[in-house]
């Protein structure tokens, strides 16, 4: 279980750094006088739910904020539509991780013995613990990238952690522009199961974070 665990903590700090590069080779260009215009926003549908599901909205939040991008619940008369707000390539790979992560929080869901309050619980648990270690994976990536570099090339990966950031801001922004005050998620008001949610927290460190698309 130990050695799982790392090899997937090891997978989403490759993930990250995937994005710290992308953001180094703009940033490495502009130092050299080139404009390298800002990538449009757009959003995506994740999913449509008749009913706002709390796991899988604090999922693709999760999923979103890794990837430079930002999550918001949109009604229309066929439901719930999780969508997600970034430039193009930042919201396939989000697509791409919110798919791989609930598929595997439903399948170790299905596996866990217990109630249905159990199993809500322990969705919510897991998803807790992958957006943990989804954010412990971009500070070990932006560590490691800073660690590996010395004098201009430190520069240029110190602005492109920067630009990656303030990229996410410029996301909120454009974002609440175009459709106002957000509704992001909500406070569970399901009945609490502490076995179970300490449960899915234990099954977070297990389940991969491996998005092939890196590959």
Known sequence: AEEAETAANLAAVLM??????????????EAEGHKVPPAPNGFSVLETQRRRVTWSGHLA????TVNGCYMYWH???????????????????TEALYALLHAQVNKFAKQ??????FKNNFRLGMVSRLGQRLEEGLREAEDQARAACTGSAL???????QKRQDQRK???????????????????????DSRGYAEGQRAGNRATLRNDRLN
């Open 16 to 29: 990250a750094k995937h994005a710290i590069d992308g953001a180094a080779v703009e940033a490495a260009r």
């Open 61 to 64: 939040s999760h999923c979103a």
């Open 75 to 93: 009604w229309t008369r066929y439901g719930y539509e999780i969508r997600v707000v970034g430039p193009e390539n930042d919201r396939d790979m």
């Open 112 to 117: 866990a013995v217990g109630d249905r309050t």
């Open 155 to 161: 520069v240029v990966v110190g602005n492109a952690i």
């Open 170 to 192: 410029q996301v909120r922004v454009w974002l609440e522009g175009e459709v106002g005050k957000l509704t992001t998620g909500r406070a569970s008001k399901a009945a609490f």
